[in-house]
């Protein structure tokens, strides 16, 4: 029995998906069960890598919700709307929907769960996090019996690639930007990639997922890579660390009296040991470290963007919905493992509580006393060092790199304040969290 399947967009993922979808030979054979029934395009006359029935494309995205031959609606056009209207139409109509779109997922999620959950349809979501990667459906179903502690990743290829590039090459970030922009790499606007926002959407859902309620998107603490200095990538090195842009969503203790639990949630470049497991992740590739009880660490690694490995998640997603189609449901109700529900709130905590290790880089005079006064400084704080090494000089003045222990963001913070106070030292040149 075949499947009716309405596409809204035909961009890089949705002539992926196409292209799987048109060519099911040697794939599992509910592919074969697929039929692509209406695709809504914004621009009929662009030339694409996949040719499809001239009858099939519309400029009209609604006429494709709205098509009754159209029996699961697969968005991948992007951007907030009209993305979200479309897909509570595809839901209002009673139509299951795949998605990709993790802007509209990371803020609206609660929204269209509801939604869903009230007109009885599935909205499977893999490819809105870790392109290739299955981990939404892992998070929701392999792991579901796991208490998680923590989900970190590298959940932007983009930002990977730059500071990739960045490590091996010590070229400044800038410089790289523009490279993997002529490459293809990095959009035109690279905003949404750099300044973090991409993985801040990423990570809010996978919050979402692993401690079962919606996480707040605008309260994440975020910062991109933007105003990385190569010279931090090459001091981390000489250091035994990588510079990643890292997101991670963290419980912090046990849930409340009211039932809900705290998370420490943010985004930021983080110097990585080299034996981390995430630092060995390169190019334009993800990765996500799960870590639970009882099961420990998990790591999901593989292409995060790109046509294909998208496409492929968004297949997998399709089929789900297929396979509960073949079968004749869902009748008695959506699995709740599949649907996603939440079962608790999530608030996050304050940053300025949360506790983490530093690298902070000086600009000071160079001159006798000054590693002493900084060591003394952060002692009377109750900031415990790590490591403190003097990296260069020139013209009278010295670079001093700090690495301290764990220590609360708030008093880390006002022992940066007294030592910037001291008249030795010229600058805080650069202060990143460690791993
Ligand atoms: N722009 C994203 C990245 C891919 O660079 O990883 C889509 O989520």
Redesign the pocket.
Known sequence: MAIGVGLLGLGTVGAGVAAILTSPEGRHPLVGALDLKKVAVRDPGRVRPVSLPAEVITTDPEAVVDDPAVEIVVEVMGGLEPARSLILRAIAAGKPVVT?N?SVIARHGEEIAAAAAERGVYVLIEA??G?GIPIIEPLKQSLGGNRIQRVSGI???????ILSRMADEGAAYGAVLADAQRLG???ADPA??VEGH??AD?IAILAGLAYGGPVPRAAIPTEGIDRLEARDVAYAAQLGFVVKLLAVAQRIGDPDDAGVQALDVRVHPTLLPVDHPLAGVNG?N?AILVEGDPVGRVMFYGP???AGP?ASAVVADILNIAGIRQVGGPQAGLDPLLAASSWRRCALVEGALTSHRNYVRFRTHDQPGVIGQIGTAFGSAGVSIQSIVQLECDGGAAEIVVITHDVQEARFREALAAIEAHPEVLTVAASLRTL
């Open positions: 990709a993790k809105a996090v392109g959940i932007n290829g983009t930002t990977n690639y790499y990095a959009e949404a990639d991409d993985a990423k334009v993800n995060g963007a790109g998208t």
